[in-house]
């Protein structure tokens, strides 16, 4: 299910990722992880009802109402909200289910096994890409959006 040669395969022969959850909050864990996988070449979509837009892309109310073809769905939903999730990711197609990081859902995963999806649960996207394909650095994963340097303020001009 999560062996380093299926993690191979789901990332390398997928491009359009649609993110269940995602928040337009720069600082939720689904927002840095779906910009750091659209910095590195993946189409994300984003899925939530609360926002029209997030990171440039439209953003849909479910599943279901997406008009792309998507590879991946990557859950960050609590474990208990994937079933119907994955029931849509069936029904639209999809060719994965990718569930992140304390999500897991054996139900969800014998339904997508079934129909013929790939399942990972129980891992982030971002951390597998960057461990995979050589993304992670000595200090961790590098996201260019956390910084341990310390931020200085740029000089305001005055006016005379």
């Not at 899925?47 to 439209?58: A, F, M, Q, S």
Request: a positive charge; charged letters at 25%.
């Amino acid at each position: 299910m999560s062996n380093i040669a299926t993690l191979q395969r789901v990332l390398s022969n997928s491009k359009t990722i649609a993110v269940v959850g995602l928040s337009a909050d720069w600082f939720r864990p689904s927002y840095f992880a779906a910009k750091y996988m659209q910095e590195h070449g993946y189409r994300i979509i984003p899925v939530n009802p609360k926002y029209d837009e997030i990171l440039g892309e439209k953003c849909y109310p479910n599943i279901a109402s997406i008009p792309h073809k998507v590879d991946i769905v990557d859950v960050f939903r609590k474990s208990e909200d994937v079933l119907p999730i994955a029931k849509d990711a069936v029904a639209i197609g999809a060719k994965n289910l990718w569930l992140q990081i304390g999500v897991i859902s054996d139900e969800a995963r014998v339904l997508c096994e079934a129909a013929g999806l790939t399942v990972v649960m129980d891992r982030c996207v971002k951390i597998e890409y960057a461990r995979l394909f050589g993304g992670l650095h000595w200090f961790g994963v590098n996201t260019k959006i956390i910084s341990a340097r310390k931020q200085i303020p740029k000089p305001k001009l005055i006016k005379e």
